[in-house]
């Protein structure tokens, strides 16, 4: 069975993962192991009087309570966001100070005010509770509308108005003109609602400090580990470099929530060196949704212009993004760079243009969730394409063939160049699978059943594998982002991959090592995957944006460029042949058209031997590369969603969901299938079912699993999943991502069936129940 390029090779790290022997950071137990619990804020907002810290430093096991003052007064620097992002009248942005431990105020319910460090979990809880913080409290606000209102209470000082930044992007008075003289125009105010990531496995650090060699070490669920040691090493002052490992293992799930540095871990590196002990400290799914990064929490009015043959004349949209209490990681680039960019989706649209304030609020801070950014975009656009339809009269495939882009390369006018695609490809392909011909005697058939049936469509672009560095870094990137791989050929002619990304769930260990067995012809087996250490890998910008495929897989194939030329020239040596004839295949490395061969552990251990090598070749063979690739790579894809609506309760049941995908090459069609299931149920999770809520005072209202509802099996249909792909010029596998495209594409096609099913436009995501019932009975 070939288990190449294209093969459904089973996940090779299953294995571990289903018997329960996989290693997370919470299974790491250091000898002399203590636990930090942290004090965390119950108010949205207040001033830190004092902290009396005395009742839990006297119970019997606790080893001590530290507090921001001693963070600060150690040099611990304050946490920042990597994206630097220009106003519109050319001003900074408005990066208030984020401390791991607060220092004068709180400012969301969870802020964290003091660490508890004890003998055990069960302890450091109970003297967390023991600590007295004297706040006064403030006025809060959580919403991101009323925290731009005058007189709203003020977040950080040097945020006047709570903005942090009001960016532009696209030409305003072009478009503005477009609209004008538009035949028909189509307005929307677009909410998207606030998520929380509920990664499988919570998140977990333990830190411990070696005082003999001043080091440290940091096992934590990252999904980007070296990213984590740069931060915490040149901003945060915790350690140098050199001196600091760190360490994500097997990680359960991140969904983008992941990436951040949290205070979690700054503050338990810390505290290991104030202590002496090795701390741990582990999320429960309360903390968790109090701390993790959410995402989305766009408010936004868009105005689509069209000409009387139903073509896109101007789009305009203006956004307000909640950012929470403080600026995460790359929280900045989320609303800008990751959505704004993206708004001219399938269609040539000559003219756009989108304004974004980002804005604080008394709640969790808002980052990257599964998409970031391009969900938003779709959604507002997707809803817009289904409403211009229907208000026009048109079919709504109809009017997306209309506008779409056929010709590529395509200059979008808000910096994106498409660089391959075949919407037509998509939307076809998508169409006759979902039956869509036979959509009207369904319709007629649920109607005698007393249900009201709906067809909605999402044809969606997203940009994955954001690239080039020298780009990204014009536009205030804080990094690059490219990716690193070394390719180790040990002695017997096993190999080691030793990449910069990392998995959490989208089974590297077997599609990496799937295109390099298939390269140097062995056995699957014979190949392992290293990630995940900062001692082990040399550097790594780590998986997120759906850019291992296209980004840490190209490194791979850079470097395994480098091994296999060493290997033709060591073979055509030993061979006596040229090295043009030397062809690798069958496990052997042959001289074509003869029956000169060597094995290809053979190769391997001449390289290592020495003994017969061509005059000044080095000994050895492995060989790195760092790729920088060109351009994004450009996802796209049509999904149909229909449904069927009970209209005396409003519940809506998903009976049938169909997405034909480009992801160029694909690797391994199974896991690619099982990324896109995942990532439709996230979607229809949002589209039906999630919301984070806060109340008007910042406090969370949807704190756990019974309030916030996350999609079970009874929720989700069966997909039908096809490809359509189209080769990405831009990589050496010709792949496109497809880690995010099922969360980005599904939630617009969700809500246009369930509003084509009742009739009504208002509804709002999540289409719950209550509210279906509700957009239905104010039609009526
Ligand atoms: N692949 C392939 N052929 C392609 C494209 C990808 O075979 N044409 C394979 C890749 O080799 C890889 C997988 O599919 O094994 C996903 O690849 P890619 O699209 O490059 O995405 P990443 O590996 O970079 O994963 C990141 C992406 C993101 S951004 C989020 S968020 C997300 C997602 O992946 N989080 C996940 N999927 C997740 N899946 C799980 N189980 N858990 C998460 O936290």
Same mark, same amino acid.
């Given at each position: 069975m070939s288990t190449g390029i294209g093969a459904r090779v089973k996940r090779k790290e299953d294995k571990r993962f289903i018997t329960g022997k996989g290693k997370y950071t919470d299974d790491v137990r250091s000898e002399n192991q203590a636990y930090a619990a942290f004090v965390r804020s119950p108010h949205a907002h207040a001033k830190i009087k004092g902290i009396d810290k005395s009742a839990a430093l006297a119970m019997e096991g606790v080893i001590d309570v530290l507090d921001g003052h001693q963070l600060t007064g150690d040099g611990i620097g304050n946490i920042i966001c990597g994206w630097a992002i220009t106003s519109k009248d050319g001003s900074a942005m408005n990066m208030g100070a984020w401390s791991a431990l607060a220092t004068e105020k709180v400012r969301y319910v969870g802020d964290a005010a003091a660490v508890v460090i004890a003998e055990t979990q069960a302890l450091a809880r109970i003297a967390a509770e023991?600590?007295?913080?004297?706040?006064?409290?403030?006025?809060?606000?959580?919403?991101?509308?009323?925290?731009?209102?005058?007189?709203?209470?003020?977040?950080?000082?040097?945020?006047?108005?709570?903005?942090?930044?009001?960016?532009?992007?696209?030409?305003?008075?072009?478009?503005?003109?477009?609209?004008?003289?538009?035949?028909?125009?189509?307005?929307?105010?677009?909410?998207?609602?606030?998520?929380?990531?509920?990664?499988?496995?919570?998140?977990?650090?333990?830190?411990?400090?070696?005082?003999?060699?001043?080091?440290?070490?940091?096992?934590?669920?990252?999904? +980007?580990?070296?990213?984590?040691?740069?931060?915490?090493?040149?901003?945060?002052?915790?350690?140098?470099?050199?001196?600091?490992?760190?360490?994500?293992?097997?990680?359960?799930?991140?969904?983008?929530?992941?990436?951040?540095?949290?205070?979690?871990?700054?503050?338990?590196?810390?505290a290991s060196m104030k202590t002496n002990r090795s701390v741990k400290w582990t999320s429960d799914r309360s903390e968790a949704f109090i701390t993790d990064a959410h995402g989305r929490d766009h408010i936004s009015t868009a105005k689509m212009g069209f000409d009387a043959d139903g073509r896109i004349t101007g789009f305009k949209v203006d956004t307000i993004a909640n950012f929470g209490a403080y600026m995460s990681l790359f929280s900045s680039a989320v609303p800008t760079y990751l959505y704004a960019t993206l708004l001219s989706g399938q269609y040539d649209i000559q003219n756009i243009h989108c304004n974004v304030r980002a804005v604080y609020t008394n709640t969790v801070p808002v980052d990257a969730y599964r998409g970031a950014g391009?969900?938003?975009?779709?959604?507002?656009?997707?809803?817009?394409?289904?409403?211009?339809?229907?208000?026009?009269?048109?079919?709504?495939?109809?009017?997306?063939?209309a506008n779409f882009v056929r010709e590529f390369p395509h200059q979008t006018p808000v910096i994106m160049a498409y660089d391959a695609g075949d919407f037509d490809a998509n939307l076809d392909q998508a169409r006759e699978a979902a039956d869509v011909a036979g959509f009207p005697a369904r319709k007629e058939e649920a109607a005698k059943r007393g249900k009201l049936r709906g067809l909605g469509y999402s044809s969606y672009i997203e940009a994955c594998g954001i690239a080039p560095s020298a780009a990204v870094g014009s536009l205030g990137a804080g990094v690059g982002l490219w990716e690193s791989a070394e390719v180790r050929v040990n002695p017997v002619g096993t190999i080691e991959i030793l990449t910069g990304s990392h998995s959490h769930g989208?089974?590297?260990?077997?599609? $990496?090592?799937?295109?390099?067995?298939?390269? $140097?012809?062995?056995?699957?087996?014979?190949?392992?995957?290293?990630?995940?250490d900062t001692d082990k890998v040399q550097f790594g910008m780590g998986t997120y944006g759906s850019r291992s495929g296209a980004v840490g897989m190209s490194a791979i194939v850079k470097a395994m460029d480098k091994v296999e030329a060493k290997v033709r020239k060591?073979?055509?040596?030993?061979?006596?042949?040229?090295?043009?004839?030397?062809?690798?295949?069958?496990?052997?490395?042959?001289?074509?058209?003869?029956?000169?061969?060597?094995?290809?552990?053979?190769?391997?251990?001449?390289?290592?031997?020495?003994?017969?090598?061509?005059?000044?070749?080095?000994?050895?063979?492995?060989?790195?590369?760092?790729?920088?690739?060109? +351009?994004?790579?450009?996802?796209?894809?049509?999904?149909?969603?229909?449904?069927?609506?009970?209209?005396?309760?409003?519940?809506?049941?998903?009976?049938?969901?169909?997405?034909?995908?480009? $992801?160029?090459?694909?690797i391994n069609p199974m896991i690619v299938e099982g990324q896109v299931h995942g990532g439709i149920a996230q979607g229809i999770g949002q589209a039906m079912l999630e919301q984070v809520v806060y109340d008007d005072d910042g406090q969370l209202i949807t704190g756990?699993?019974?309030?916030?509802?996350?999609?079970?099996?009874?929720?989700?249909?069966?997909?039908?999943?096809?490809?359509?792909?189209?080769i990405c010029p831009n990589n050496p596998l010709g792949m496109?991502?497809?880690?995010?495209?099922?969360?980005?594409?599904?939630?617009?096609?969700?809500? +246009?069936?369930?509003?084509?099913?009742?009739?009504?436009?208002?509804?709002?995501?999540?289409a719950t129940p209550h509210a279906v019932w509700s957009a239905l009975q104010a039609a009526q």
């Open positions: 023991a600590v007295e913080v004297d706040y006064e409290v403030l006025p809060a606000v959580s919403n991101a509308k009323k925290a731009l209102a005058d007189g709203a209470p003020e977040i950080h000082d040097n945020a006047p108005g709570n903005l942090i930044y009001d960016w532009e992007i696209g030409e305003e008075a072009a478009t503005d003109a477009a609209l004008s003289e538009a035949a028909h125009v189509t307005e929307m105010e677009i909410t998207n609602n606030r998520l929380s990531p509920n990664p499988m496995e919570p998140r977990s650090a333990v830190a411990t400090y070696d005082a003999a060699e001043e080091h440290y070490t940091l096992y934590t669920t990252s999904q +980007n580990p070296h990213v984590a040691r740069l931060v915490l090493s040149a901003f945060y002052q915790v350690a140098p470099e050199h001196k600091l490992r760190v360490i994500a293992p097997d990680v359960g799930g991140g969904f983008g929530s992941k990436i951040y540095i949290y205070p979690e871990e700054i503050t338990c590196l810390w391009r969900p938003e975009a779709c959604y507002l656009i997707e809803r817009m394409m289904e409403t211009a339809a229907r208000e026009m009269g048109k079919d709504p495939s109809e009017l997306r063939r989208q089974g590297h260990e077997t599609t $990496f090592a799937q295109i390099v067995a298939e390269r $140097f012809s062995i056995p699957i087996e014979n190949v392992s995957i290293v990630h995940g060591i073979a055509a040596h030993v061979l006596e042949a040229s090295e043009d004839d030397i062809v690798i295949e069958g496990g052997e490395v042959k001289v074509k058209g003869t029956d000169k061969a060597m094995g290809w552990h053979e190769v391997g251990l001449s390289a290592y031997t020495a003994h017969n090598l061509p005059p000044d070749m080095e000994p050895g063979l492995k060989e790195s590369a760092f790729y920088d690739p060109a +351009n994004f790579t450009f996802p796209a894809g049509a999904y149909i969603c229909e449904v069927e609506v009970d209209p005396e309760t409003g519940v809506t049941e998903i009976v049938r969901f169909t997405a034909s995908d480009d $992801f160029g090459t694909i756990s699993y019974m309030d916030y509802t996350m999609p079970r099996a009874a929720d989700l249909p069966f997909y039908d999943v096809h490809h359509a792909s189209t496109k991502g497809c880690g995010e495209a099922g969360a980005i594409g599904s939630p617009p096609a969700v809500i +246009n069936a369930i509003t084509d099913a009742i009739g009504s436009n208002t509804l709002a995501m999540p």
